[in-house]
């Protein structure tokens, strides 16, 4: 729902593709994926034979920390030159 939610806020939207947005795009793909993700995992039949195992270990950090990690990035990239009064360079 929340993935709905922010694609329908960038709908039709002059959208400039600068760092931070493309930092939160990088953000939306990894959430999605690890949404997929979660569907295996809620499914009992699948869930019984992959728990206990790297899957659902590799799950939780990619989508939590993957998330989180893009997030921060895209976060301190547009609000740096508020902190700091000095501009990123975008190369």
């Known amino acids: 729902v929340k993935f709905f939610n922010w694609i329908g806020t960038m709908w039709k939207g002059s959208l400039s593709f600068e760092t931070p947005m493309l930092w939160t795009v990088g ?5 999605v994926f690890g949404g997929l993700t ?9 869930d019984f034979h992959i728990s206990d195992s790297y ?9 939590i920390f993957g ?6 990035f895209a976060g301190f990239h547009f609000w740096w030159p508020k902190f ?3 501009m990123l360079d975008e190369r």
């Open 67 to 72: 998330t989180v990690v893009y997030a921060m």
């Open 55 to 63: 899957f659902v270990v590799a799950h939780f950090h990619y989508t």
């Open 84 to 86: 700091t009064g000095k």
């Open 27 to 31: 953000f939306l793909v990894t959430f």
């Open 38 to 46: 979660g569907v295996i995992l809620a499914s009992p039949p699948l």
